[in-house]
């Protein structure tokens, strides 16, 4: 039977429907996609005087919430490797003989590599996440164990999705590192504190059902409030949520690499040539070393300049909040708290402030805060030389990433910057296509590389400014053959025919899919 398909514009082929997925809408650009219609309600509730939430058992609140066969249950990531919570409730819907259950969790990690048990006993047969790593990666990127793709979305488009009612949460399961006996909760007191609580917040708001577990029970009312009591229908206490040592670390350190400082300084003096920083500009850097350090070269600048920002955003770490405490930015927007120096701050400065991953990000919004950025500092995997990013596959065609909120930072930003090196054990980074769209070009406006910068031909502004200033340029295509010429050409990876999974844009349309591994 001949399949139907569809050319996006990233120029990628995808068929009309996907088994498992549906019907595909294609990527048509970054703000084509207009939304309709109401954003989706969850169903009424009723408390008297006297009621209590607390339940003994996470197995006595999977079956007060009335969880059946086929239906979709959520949970967050910010307990990151160290979190328990997935597991505990797999385990326990595993008992009660639930089957055919679709998960939709913000990220998944190593720490749930359990499920692959679960998947092959047919007690989960959905999954829906911004990223995927480790071994569960692994089999579905080799073996498709789960049957039918995978749906990935970004932090932006995951809020979007639940909020249109495309993903309806019947479950919602909140690990909560405080929490009083109705529900009202937070992110950073308690031995499994782990800061803001961006991600779980839409959950909370959408969700048939919301099961709030926590191994720290505080006296009513809990003082500080991330997600209020009015949204929570049973808390569970156990021993413990997660592993501390691996929910973060003590404070995210800044790279000494000499080649990622270098990369920095490049990028740095790009910021600078670029005008974009100037009093009351905004900011976001990703956690890894060399985006850390463009923050040290930065923050030089602006002290040597007299510059004070308005808002630095996204995954928060204790970089980020010595800038904020020594007054180069007015305030933090904090939807995933990366360290637990940052942690501390979200807790006690009121300039650091909490948001949803749906006020962050969500592009079907009045406002959020990708929107207002000006300057975006990104990380790939692979970059093409129509400036596209990969970060969810590697070259090896295997799962081993995640979306994140790349792409809607990128869509947002007026300046999107990435750094990278250009091979990574010997393989080039930069190609004539990358294995997989995440981040679509357009959006993509320079590379930098320790060996040299790259501008995106759309962005001639740019070119003008930097080549002012002095600084050298190569077209993408120089900085590939220059590399190859070191590296060889590698081979293209071998995969069938099978999806494995759908990679959503922010907006929901189709922008690529992943292909099964070839043994």
Do not use: W
């Not at 996470?58 to 066969?69: F, N, P, R, V």
């Not at 909140?174 to 961006?198: H, L, Q, R, T």
């Not at 079907?364 to 207002?372: I, P, R």
């Not at 990435?418 to 070009?441: E, F, L, Q, S």
Request: net charge negative; proline share 4%.
């Amino acid at each position: 039977m001949d399949i139907k398909t569809i050319v996006n514009k990233v120029n990628k082929e995808i068929p009309e429907f996907i088994e498992g997925y549906g019907e595909v809408k294609p990527y048509a650009g970054p703000f084509a996609t207009i939304p309709e219609g109401r954003k989706y309600a969850p169903l009424k509730a009723f408390s008297k005087p006297g009621d209590t939430k607390l339940v003994d058992s996470i197995s006595e609140a999977i079956q007060k919430c009335g969880l059946k066969d086929g239906m979709t249950i959520s949970f967050h990531h910010h307990l990151r490797n160290g979190d328990y919570i997935l597991n505990m409730v797999m385990d326990e819907i595993a008992k009660l003989g639930i089957k055919d259950i679709n998960i939709v969790c913000s990220s998944l990690t190593k720490a749930h590599e359990p499920l692959i048990e679960h998947i092959k006993s047919g007690v989960v047969t959905g999954i829906g996440t911004s990223g995927l790593r480790g071994e569960i990666a692994k089999e579905i990127s080799k073996h498709n164990i789960l049957g039918k793709p995978v749906i990935f979305r970004t932090h932006g488009g995951r809020a979007r999705a639940i909020e249109a009612g495309e993903v309806k949460i019947d479950v919602a399961f909140i690990a909560a590192p405080a929490c009083d006996k109705m529900g009202n909760m937070n992110g950073s007191e308690g031995k499994s504190s782990f800061g803001a609580m961006g991600y779980p917040m839409v959950d909370a708001e959408y969700a048939d059902k919301v099961v709030a577990i926590t191994d720290n029970l505080m006296p009513f009312p809990l003082k500080k409030i991330s997600i209020p009591m009015t949204l929570v229908d049973y808390v569970v206490e156990v021993e413990s949520i997660g592993d501390p040592e691996l929910i973060g670390t003590g404070a995210t350190r800044m790279t000494k690499n000499p080649q990622e400082l270098l990369i920095a300084e490049k990028a740095s003096d790009v910021l600078i040539a670029s005008g974009y920083i100037q009093n009351g500009f905004s900011f976001q850097a990703g956690s890894g070393g060399s985006s850390l350090a463009v923050c040290k070269f930065l923050k030089e600048y602006m002290k040597k300049n007299n510059i004070k920002g308005s808002f630095g955003a996204g995954g928060i770490t204790s970089t980020m909040v010595n800038l904020l405490e020594e007054g180069y930015f007015e305030a933090l927007l904090d939807t995933q708290t990366f360290d637990s120096a940052a942690a501390e701050s979200l807790r006690r400065n009121p300039n650091h402030i909490e948001m949803s991953a749906s006020m962050y990000a969500n592009p079907h919004n009045k406002a959020c805060s990708a929107h207002q950025l000006d300057v975006m500092i990104l990380s790939a995997t692979e970059i093409d030389t129509d400036f596209n990013i990969n970060s969810l596959t590697g070259s090896t065609g295997m799962i081993m990433g995640a979306l994140g909120g790349a792409p809607d930072t990128a869509a947002g930003a007026k300046l999107t910057v990435v750094v990278a090196p250009t091979m990574r054990k010997r393989i080039p980074i930069v190609t004539d296509k990358v294995t997989n769209i995440v981040t679509p070009g357009e959006t993509v406006d320079v590379l930098v590389t320790e060996r040299g910068i790259c501008v995106n031909p759309r962005r001639t502004d740019l070119i003008e400014k930097f080549e002012a200033a002095g600084i050298k340029l190569k077209s993408i295509e120089q900085l590939k053959n220059e590399v190859e010429k070191l590296t060889g050409t590698p081979e293209r990876v071998e995969l069938t025919d099978n999806i494995v999974a759908v990679i959503e844009y922010r907006d929901g349309t189709v922008i690529d899919v992943v292909k099964q591994v070839k043994e």
